[in-house]
T-cell receptor, first 111, second 115 residues
Framework: RKEVEQDPGPFNVPEGATVAFNCTYSNSASQSFFWYRQDCRKEPKLLMSVYSSGNEDGRFTAQLNRASQYISLLIRDSKLSDSATYLCAVNMNTGGFKTIFGAGTRLFVKA | DAGITQSPRHKVTETGTPVTLRCHQTENHRYMYWYRQDPGHGLRLIHY???????DKGEVSDGYSVSRSKTEDFLLTLESATSSQTSVYFCAISAEPSSGANVLTFGAGSRLTVL
């Protein structure tokens, strides 16, 4: 079983739609959680960290449920520019800090 | 943007040849990572370093070795490249994590093709 699993994509949504991505992790010692965005043929870039209390950044909302080992990303009012791959990432301390990524979920926003 | 560069950016090589990819940072960050990215697998951790001469294995370390002789450079070596190592390789850096937070900044990637 993979340590970090994400919804399979792709998600195809119209502009203005609300879309949600889910991610589960298997290591209960995982300490911190992130969403990264990756555009085609580019490097991943941090979208937002995910906190237990949930956090929001404009149209983006991230949630963490430690009991269920689950994190989510909600995008409201989708824009064409939101089209990208969204990577869930989990950081754990195994003597050194390492970050494990999910396989990513591809989002296509269409006009 | 954080100063992190990878070289070479593109390389084509033949099976059985050695290959070294270089990651160079100007941020003086302690942690450095090598990932590979393949369709359907996302980013998989190969090796990482938490200081000079301090390295550890990741999820897919077989066939790879690393070295970190100074803070700014982290080298990934394929001793004898195989076609299964055709991939895009990303280096990432992170400042000293606190409370488990470990935000990564990535290099632009190195595309390796093994024929």
């Amino acid at each position: 079983r993979k340590e970090v699993e994400q919804d399979p994509g792709p998600f195809n949504v119209p502009e203005g739609a609300t879309v949600a991505f889910n991610c589960t992790y298997s290591n209960s010692a995982s300490q911190s959680f992130f969403w990264y965005r990756q555009d085609c043929r580019k490097e991943p870039k941090l979208l937002m960290s995910v906190y237990s209390s949930g956090n929001e950044d404009g149209r983006f909302t991230a949630q963490l449920n430690r009991a269920s080992q689950y994190i989510s990303l909600l995008i409201r009012d989708s824009k064409l520019s939101d089209s990208a791959t969204y990577l869930c990432a989990v950081n754990m301390n195994t003597g050194g800090f390492k970050t494990i990524f999910g396989a990513g979920t591809r989002l296509f926003v269409k006009a | 943007d954080a100063g992190i560069t990878q070289s070479p950016r593109h390389k084509v090589t033949e099976t059985g040849t050695p290959v070294t990819l270089r990651c160079h940072q100007t941020e003086n960050h302690r942690y450095m990572y090598w990932y590979r990215q393949d369709p359907g697998h996302g980013l998989r951790l190969i090796h990482y370093s938490y200081g000079v001469k301090d390295t550890d294995k990741g999820e897919v370390s077989d066939g790879y070795s690393v070295s970190r002789s100074k803070t700014e450079d982290f080298l990934l070596t394929l001793e004898s490249a195989t076609s299964s190592q055709t991939s895009v390789y990303f280096c990432a850096i992170s400042a000293e994590p606190s409370s488990g937070a470990n935000v990564l900044t990535f290099g632009a990637g190195s595309r390796l093709t093994v024929l």
